[in-house]
């Protein structure tokens, strides 16, 4: 599962299981953060037996079973997660202009964060068609970056593994560098949380890919007057996860000198023929490749396509965002067959290509995707600083949200949106964002702050708009088609809110730096309802940036799963 950026995040809904990726990212101790509240009894026979249940995976192939430790383990996180946080959720409709209603006493939580110094066996799957599957158990893993708890060493990447029982902190992986197989860390240009996850050569296990510098030896380096060139690597996948023994491999690209921007790669399925694509910004930022798979071990794909840009020169592209790929294994599939909604099988991804920003709003261009793969002519989108795909009509087609927080580019020769465009969100609903030549009216959202993501909470196959907000926490929109066939109405909002107290580990937290931020969204038990991921970290480096979260609360958007600290993961590989 994919972490989320400020500026561009596109999570959607994966048809069947319903789980999806989170939103890109731009890119501990032995005791609570915190005193626990007692645990109640109720609370805790309810986390227990929902833990030491068994339960058949929803794929319908495998009936998946845990150990009596791992499910106690999980029982006492739920248990203390349950008792110590609450979840604070306001609904109330909207008023003609779609605007928020009446919010009064809604406000951050506070409490105690599980803090697991544990460590459970991570299962070893059979193989998935996740992306977001490490372990190959038929569960979406959540990744999340592990800074080093020793200075001047590169950051850490964990996966914290789905179950029938959703997240048990406790049954994890931490992968480091040398983990990924990537070459000397003295030329690597990406960190190690910069990283994608997709199944590339098809054998059922999650790949770790993502952007490293290669040296270039002396004749490279005095025609090219460079001395390093980024280039993307595979670490492969297998029932032990990613890496571990095995050089990663460089994926070939369309010769010798052609290199790719430091951005992570992005992950979809871009003809639908159920094979995991990846694709990549080139280092002169006006072109990109779609490199289709199956990928050999080699590193390379079954075909590579350049793109010219489709931004018009109107700007270098600065991120790519595709939609999720299907689960073609789930019981109750909306994928499309070659790119078609609706039907069983695999699903195309459009992509959407978005121009290089800082965290203002900028344009954007629709690539649609088919059984041919990416069109080379895109549809322009309304200008803006976040993306998410989703269903949010409920028709059981992909639609586009573009958010704009209300930044502007105030410097010369740069392009604006008019002001009232600011705050919202636009929904481009499916067949309008082809076709139609004016943009959706606007939907306000006054507190957004420019993260978007797509969350089915209740299991119906409608998602709702996760739409992060500058104070902290998420507004959840329910949105119904309007009297405008190309643009939705707000039925229904609620608002999540998490923050730290006002003191953590000893040390004083600021007032306006307590807020949680959304993180992401998946299904990690596989019950069909989206979990919505809110995170926390210390300083300016998180309530700015989004950098170094280490409070994770998992929540179902009524009540917590869990919630947990990540800070102890550092010390799984020191």
């Known amino acids: 599962m994919t972490p989320a950026p400020p500026p561009t995040a596109p999570p959607g809904r994966v048809p069947g299981s319903r789980r999806r990726s989170l939103p890109r990212t731009p890119t501990g101790s032995t005791t609570a953060a915190a005193p626990a509240a007692p645990v109640t009894t109720s609370a805790a026979s309810s986390a227990t037996s929902v833990a030491t249940s068994v339960a058949t995976s929803p794929a319908g192939s495998r009936a998946t079973s845990r150990t009596t430790s791992a499910a106690t383990s999980m029982a006492t996180y739920v248990a203390a997660g349950t008792a110590c946080l609450a979840l604070l959720l306001t609904g109330c409709g909207p008023d003609d202009n779609g605007s928020p209603g009446e919010r009064d006493g809604a406000s951050s939580a506070t409490g105690s964060v599980i803090t697991p110094t544990a460590t459970a066996p991570v299962p070893r799957g059979k193989g998935s068609r996740l992306p977001d599957d490490v372990n190959g158990d038929g569960y979406p893993d959540l990744r999340i970056p592990v800074?080093?708890?020793?200075?001047?060493?590169?950051?850490?990447?964990?996966?914290?593994?789905?179950?029938?029982?959703?997240?048990?902190?406790?049954?994890?992986?931490v992968l480091r560098h040398r983990d990924l197989g990537l070459p000397s860390e003295d030329v690597t240009v990406a960190g190690a949380t910069e990283v994608a996850t997709a199944d590339l050569d098809g054998d059922g296990y999650a790949d770790v890919t993502t952007t490293a510098g290669a040296a270039l030896d002396e004749s490279e380096t005095e025609r090219t007057q460079a001395t390093v060139r980024?280039?993307?690597?595979?670490?492969?996948?297998?029932?032990?996860?990613?890496?571990?023994?095995?050089?990663?491999?460089?994926?070939?690209?369309?010769?010798?000198?052609?290199?790719?921007?430091?951005q992570r790669p992005t992950v979809g399925d871009f003809n639908g023929d159920g094979h995991h694509d990846l694709a990549l910004i080139r280092e002169d930022r006006?072109?990109?490749?779609?490199?289709?798979?199956?990928f050999n071990r080699a590193g390379k794909a079954a075909?590579?396509?350049?793109?010219?840009?489709?931004?018009?020169?109107?700007?270098e592209i600065g991120d790519l965002i595709a939609d999720t790929i299907a689960d073609t294994a789930g019981d109750d599939d909306h994928g499309g067959?070659?790119?078609?909604?609706?039907?069983?099988?695999?699903?195309?991804?459009?992509l959407v290509v978005h121009t290089v920003n800082d965290n203002d709003q900028s344009g954007s261009v629709l690539l649609p995707a088919g059984p041919h793969g990416l069109s080379h002519e895109g549809h322009p989108l309304r200008e803006g600083n976040s993306i998410a795909f989703g269903d949010f009509d409920g028709d059981g087609r992909r639609?586009?949200?573009?958010?704009?927080?209300?930044?502007?580019?105030?410097?010369?020769g740069g392009e604006t949106e008019r002001a009232d465009i600011g705050k919202t969100v636009s929904v481009y609903l499916k067949g309008a964002a082809r076709t139609a030549g004016s943009a959706p009216r606007p939907l306000k959202v006054p507190g957004m702050s420019g993260t978007l993501a797509a969350a089915d909470t209740n299991g119906d196959g409608t998602d709702e708009l996760a739409v992060s907000l500058g104070r902290g926490g998420v507004e959840l929109l329910t949105l119904r088609r309007g009297s405008h066939a190309t643009a939705p109405r707000v039925a229904d909002r609620r608002l999540l809110t998490r923050a730290a107290p006002a003191s953590v580990d000893g040390k004083a937290v600021r007032k306006g730096e307590r807020?949680?931020?959304?993180?992401?969204?998946?299904?990690?038990?596989?019950?069909?309802?989206?979990?919505?991921?809110?995170?926390?970290?210390?300083?300016?480096?998180?309530?700015?940036?989004?950098?170094?979260?280490e409070w994770w609360w998992i929540t179902d958007g009524k009540a917590d799963k869990t919630a947990f600290s990540s800070k102890p993961f550092a010390a799984d590989k020191d």
Do not use: C, M
């Open 337 to 350: 067959d070659g790119g078609a909604d609706g039907a069983d099988g695999p699903r195309a991804t459009d």
């Open 230 to 262: 980024t280039v993307p690597y595979i670490s492969w996948g297998g029932p032990g996860g990613p890496g571990r023994t095995r050089s990663a491999a460089r994926v070939q690209l369309t010769g010798p000198d052609d290199g790719v921007d430091a």
């Open 286 to 294: 006006r072109s990109l490749l779609v490199l289709y798979g199956p």
């Open 303 to 315: 075909r590579t396509v350049p793109y010219t840009s489709p931004l018009d020169g109107h700007g």
């Open 147 to 173: 800074p080093s708890r020793k200075g001047g060493l590169p950051s850490r990447i964990a996966f914290v593994h789905g179950s029938s029982h959703g997240l048990n902190p406790a049954t994890r992986t």
């Open 399 to 412: 639609d586009v949200a573009v958010g704009d927080s209300g930044t502007r580019n105030d410097e010369p």
């Open 515 to 549: 807020a949680a931020r959304l993180y992401g969204v998946a299904d990690f038990d596989h019950d069909g309802k989206d979990e919505v991921v809110l995170a926390w970290g210390r300083g300016l480096a998180f309530s700015r940036y989004g950098e170094r979260p």
